[in-house]
């Protein structure tokens, strides 16, 4: 069955990722997620500006003087075996061949083949954990069944297999393995702490991957305190001390890359667990199950069964069920509290990745209670309407930001591509396809070689509580540190240098504006990123291209906010303050007569104007 699921990815890459994708290339959220990579090993610094490609532009620069980074560094982690593997690879060549190519700078085909291939073989060790853990509360076809439904029916399969560089697919992925350890430790307590480390361990990576996804960590907390996965029957104080140690270790990284970027290792990057990007006032709670905008439920309705499932297992699976369903509330109630509450251009509701197999064992165990092809017919039909709907987001017949009804599919549906990308094909598709397709021997060799391997449980526990013992101590400096230090906010002035569409990544903030190009950039203005308030937008270098006139316009969704003829010459534009209200504020930048050429533009803090 496993091996069946590493087929089936690979057959989805050949259909639906296009030969010519550049992974690590790709722009908004997956620049940010990848480009902790390229910049701690590449450049070894924490500047995104260069590194982020290709949006510097919606993130405010921070008192530390950097780029901030709002993303988790979970991802990153995940992919940095394939980095250095790329990295390696890149080394050979460029010796074998005498040339200066594939450049080391974590965007040429090495990287594009090896990271592109960790992060969809990701996916499919997600599935593969998906697949045990729901087997553990089901039966084999039922867990199957629900494995294949809540990947092909839900919004997974686009994180795991198309876009697979947003990150989602590693937060699926830490959780799927959370999951099915803490399962095995319920099934199997073991007096030793080691399994409890390893719970932690995952935990904190399942918390670095995405932060709010760390909540899973509630139901083995609850065993680890009842002494349950010790197999004792009175609180055990040992088993949640190394859990909770564990965790801290697994998160470091990320405390040190807020230290390094705000200046403290707790400094919430946009202020989400101080509450000021969400608003709890206003819950969207129906919109992010129902609304045709990315409802969670509304999209993709297999979801809906595996919550049911969840619920109607209440009685059987209490924790289980009950610590899941928590977890869910608590993500819905996140999730609904966001000023982007529909999660921009998203596949359904993609910030639900932690919850994917919490629901496909809630499918599975509902579908134990009913007929095995009832289910299976139900299911398949949600994958095939799946599917049409996948194919018309991904070629954009759709809208990838806006509502999409029924009847928007419905009237697509004989302009969507069967085969869309199944004829193109590159080198680095073809390690992709192949890397899965080995993946697919996996499960019947590692059981074998976990044997070999397996050290001995006396000396590996040792290490173990040796391990839990530097996290406490670890943990409680960082902990002291950030209370003495709380750090700074961001200085907010944001610095608009890259802008969209752009086909080719420029150098760090140069641009060349043509008459009646449409170049443009999205603007958060929310607390942690850049607050409503009054705003300067100045912009810097500016010139004309070929010497002859030229008039810039800089407009905030659609209003002038500075222009200035342009000559030969570079100079700066400054403009009056203006209002910048909350929201997602578009910025674009307007030219006539010659093509101008601009450093960047800046929005600055400004003074309120005096009134008369």
Request: hydrophobic share 55%; net charge positive.
């Amino acid at each position: 069955m496993m091996a069946g699921l590493a087929v089936a990815a690979a057959v989805l890459v050949a259909v639906l990722v296009p030969g010519d994708t550049h992974p690590t290339r790709m722009g908004a959220d997956a620049g940010f997620v990848y480009g902790y990579l390229p910049s701690v090993v590449t450049h070894g610094d924490f500047d995104f500006s260069d590194d982020s490609f290709p949006f510097d532009s919606i993130m405010p620069h921070t008192v530390e003087g950097r780029t901030g980074n709002s993303f988790p560094i979970g991802p990153a982690v995940w992919w940095s075996p394939a980095f250095l593997a790329a990295h390696g690879v890149g080394a050979v060549a460029r010796v074998a061949s005498h040339s200066s190519h594939p450049a080391p700078d974590g965007r040429s085909w090495p990287y594009d083949a090896l990271v592109g291939w960790a992060a969809f073989a990701l996916g499919v060790i997600g599935l593969w954990a998906t697949l045990a853990a729901a087997r553990l509360l089901a039966s084999p076809a039922a867990a199957l069944l629900a494995t294949v439904g809540v990947w092909l029916a839900g919004a997974a399969v686009y994180y795991t297999h198309v876009n697979p560089m947003q990150g989602h697919v590693a937060g699926f992925a830490a959780s799927a393995l959370l999951l099915l350890t803490w399962l095995r430790a319920r099934a199997r307590p073991d007096p030793s702490l080691w399994r409890l480390a390893a719970l932690g361990l995952l935990g904190g990576l399942v918390a670095l991957s995405r932060w709010e996804d760390g909540l899973l960590l509630l139901g083995p907390a609850v065993d680890a305190v009842s002494g349950r996965l010790r197999g004792r029957r009175a609180p055990d104080v040992a088993a949640p001390a190394a859990l909770g140690g564990a965790a801290i270790v697994a998160f470091l990284p990320q405390l040190v890359a807020w230290w390094v970027l705000y200046g403290s290792p707790l400094r919430p990057p946009r202020g989400e667990t101080s509450g000021v990007f969400l608003n709890a006032g206003h819950l969207h709670l129906l919109g992010v199950l129902f609304s045709w905008r990315h409802g969670m439920l509304s999209w993709h309705p297999v979801l809906a069964l595996g919550l049911l499932g969840l619920v109607v297992s209440l009685r059987r699976h209490r924790v289980v069920a009950a610590s899941l369903l928590t977890f869910f509330v608590a993500t819905l109630v996140l999730n609904a509290a966001s000023y982007d509450w529909w999660g921009g251009v998203s596949f359904g509701a993609r910030r639900f990745d932690g919850m994917w197999p919490a629901l496909a064992v809630g499918l599975a165990l509902l579908v134990d209670r009913v007929p095995c092809r009832a289910a299976a017919a139900v299911i398949g039909a949600l994958v095939v309407v799946n599917g049409a709907l996948l194919l018309a987001f991904q070629r954009g017949l759709v809208s990838v930001g806006d509502a999409v009804r029924p009847s928007n599919l419905w009237h697509v549906l004989g302009r969507i591509p069967l085969a869309p990308a199944l004829s193109s094909w590159s080198g680095v598709k073809a390690v992709w396809v192949a890397g899965l397709v080995a993946l697919a021997v996996t499960p019947a060799v590692l059981p074998g070689a976990w044997r070999r391997v397996r050290p001995s449980p006396p000396r590996f526990a040792t290490v173990a509580v040796a391990g839990l013992a530097a996290a406490v101590l670890v943990g409680g400096v960082v902990g002291a540190a950030a209370i003495a230090h709380p750090g700074h906010y961001d200085a907010h002035v944001f610095e608009a240098g890259y802008f969209v569409p752009q086909p080719t990544r420029p150098a760090r903030s140069d641009r060349v504006v043509r008459p009646g190009e449409d170049v443009w950039t999205g603007i958060f203005t929310f607390p942690g990123f850049l607050p409503a308030g009054w705003y300067v937008a100045s912009a810097s270098g500016v010139r004309s291209e070929t010497g002859a006139p030229a008039r810039l316009v800089v407009r905030i969704d659609g209003h002038p906010v500075t222009a200035a003829d342009v000559g030969a010459g570079p100079i700066t534009v400054r403009g009056a303050p203006f209002r910048a209200h909350r929201g997602i504020l578009r910025l674009d930048v307007r030219v006539t007569g010659a093509p101008v050429r601009l450093d960047a533009v800046r929005l600055e803090p400004a003074a309120a104007p005096a009134t008369g």
